[in-house]
């Protein structure tokens, strides 16, 4: 079993960068693809982004792609939600995600297999 925590959420203002951690403890991520997903209020998850089990693909959704990097460090058992020139818009819970099966570059919320509890991002103008 992997628990996943996420770590680094806040109020920012519109323009400023954050930056999201995921740790993982019970097992090693370093097999498994791994994600972040987000939750505006009122609206339904959405995909961010997704990084394949050695870092070297990458899938983000289309419209944050030049403003948000994922990257993880397999050593620290950690992924990473770069986040840059936030808008009111990204206000959101972001929640980090992992998928140990193949095909693994997928980016449906039911294709994950865990879930941390999330940590909340809040933009103001």
């Known amino acids: 079993q992997v628990q996943l925590v996420e770590s680094g959420g806040g109020l920012v203002q519109a323009g400023d960068s954050l930056r999201l951690s995921c740790a993982a403890s019970g097992r090693t991520l370093s097999s498994y693809a791994m994600g972040w997903f987000r939750q505006a209020p009122g609206k339904e998850r959405e995909f961010v982004a997704l990084i394949s089990w050695n870092g070297v693909t990458t899938v983000y959704s289309g419209s944050l792609k030049g403003r948000f990097t994922i990257s993880r460090a397999n050593a620290k058992n950690t992924v990473y939600l770069q986040m840059n020139s936030l808008k009111p818009e990204d206000t959101a819970v972001y929640y980090c995600?992992?998928?140990?099966?193949?095909?693994?570059?997928?980016?449906?919320?039911?294709?994950?297999?865990?879930w941390g509890k999330g940590t909340l991002v809040t933009v103001s103008s």
């Open positions: 995600a992992a998928r140990s099966r193949t095909p693994q570059m997928l980016t449906k919320s039911d294709d994950m297999d865990y």
